[in-house]
């Protein structure tokens, strides 16, 4: 009985890296008597049949014809510079090295990848005249060192564990920003970030050029002391166990915000427990929620609107000052206000029990679900 067992190639997503892999076995017709399994020979005899048929592109650094037996497509331009579709290595089982293809020979001439780039298991040493990378971008723990002249990334970009220390001349990346257990010190001239920034247990010490963040920003246990330049987090922020005093040139918080000096769990945008925020600086719009209970802030400073609740229980603020809405509910329980300043409506409820706010104080302001007292 013959067996012959032939693991296929598997299939792997290109949006995340650490996704599972399988391995799915293609049995051939059975016979009798024999049992064969491919393994280590198979792979080096397909190694030296691709070396074979390489062998004059591998001599001569002809990087449009290596790529195209790869399926990678590219194209020169008047100058001779090269865009390809993508950049991997060849197989999970052989490796551009494998092969004795220089890799830093056959990227020298690459200036825009317009699909993903995947550097892991990667021998590049630098990203010479990259400048654009349309996709996703994984630098893992390998060769690289900086990003060169690298301007743009489309998608998600993935720092963890890389050699990487500075962005350098990044201006923009398109997606999600992971920049956890890196060793990334500098944004250099990063100015947006479009999807979600994670911060976590990382080496940056300033936002520096940044502006905006499109997505989510988590700061906890960031070494982060100031916002610098950011004007916009249209997504979740969480400055719990943070380093950040002041929330600088921060204009608007696309979501909830928590300003809660406490152990609790609100889920919104802007988690500010356990924070060192004391004031809120020149932030004018909270669109979700605000929570600033047990906050060490004082002022709301420019703030003048909240889209959803806004609880001022037992924190420290005595003034609601230009604030003019509050979207949903507003809860002023064991709260220090005596003053609700240029509030003009309140969409839900208005909760001034144990508070030192009265009825009469309440006269010219519209609230939609009512006073409870």
């Known amino acids: ?18 996704s599972p892999r ?31 048929k390489l062998k004059d592109a591998i001599k001569n650094n002809d990087a449009k014809t290596i790529y195209k037996y790869f399926g990678i497509d590219a194209k020169e331009d008047k100058e001779g510079y090269l865009t390809i579709s993508e950049y991997k290595q060849p197989s999970e089982y052989y490796s551009f090295k494998d092969l004795g293809i220089n890799e830093n020979k056959l990227f020298e ?18 990203l010479d005249n990259l400048k654009y990378i349309d996709g996703d971008a994984y630098f893992g723990p390998l060769q690289i060192a900086d990003l060169g002249n690298l301007k743009y990334i489309g998608g998600d970009a993935y720092f963890r564990h890389s050699k990487i220390k500075s962005l350098g001349k990044l201006e923009s990346i398109g997606g999600n920003a992971y920049f956890r257990h890196s060793e990334i010190k500098s944004l250099g001239n990063l100015e947006t970030i479009g999807g979600n920034a994670d911060f976590r247990d990382s080496k940056i010490t300033s936002l520096e050029n940044l502006e905006t963040i499109g997505g989510d920003a988590d700061f906890r246990d960031s070494k982060i002391t100031s916002l610098e330049n950011l004007e916009t987090i249209e997504g979740n922020a969480d400055f719990s166990d943070s380093q950040i005093t002041n929330l600088g ?27 060192k925020i004391t004031s809120l600086e020149n932030l004018e719009t909270i669109e979700g929620n605000a929570d600033f209970s ?44 005596t003053s609700l300043g240029n509030l003009e409506s ?28």
């Open 249 to 275: 040139n921060l204009g608007t918080i696309g979501g909830d915000a928590d300003f809660r000096d406490s152990l609790g769990t609100i889920g919104g945008d802007a988690d500010f427990r356990d924070s």
């Open 346 to 373: 309140i969409g839900g409820e208005a909760d001034i029990r144990n508070s030192k706010l009265k009825d009469k104080d309440f006269a010219h302001i519209r609230v939609g679900g009512g006073i409870l007292k």
């Open 294 to 337: 047990n906050s060490k802030i004082t002022s709301l400073e420019k703030l003048e609107s909240i889209g959803g609740d806004a609880d001022f229980s037992y924190s420290q603020i005595t003034s609601l000052g230009k604030l003019k809405t509050i979207g949903g509910d507003a809860y002023f329980r064991h709260s220090e206000i």
């Open 1 to 18: 009985m013959l067996i012959n067992f032939s693991p296929t190639n598997f299939q792997y997503s290109n949006k995340n890296i650490y």
């Open 109 to 126: 001439k690459v200036k825009q990848i317009k699909g993903y780039a995947n550097f892991y298991n990667s021998q590049i040493t630098n």
């Open 22 to 52: 399988t391995v799915k076995p293609n049995l051939a017709p059975l016979a009798l008597d024999t049992v064969s399994f491919r393994g280590k020979e198979n792979k080096q005899i397909k190694i030296d049949k691709i070396k074979a």
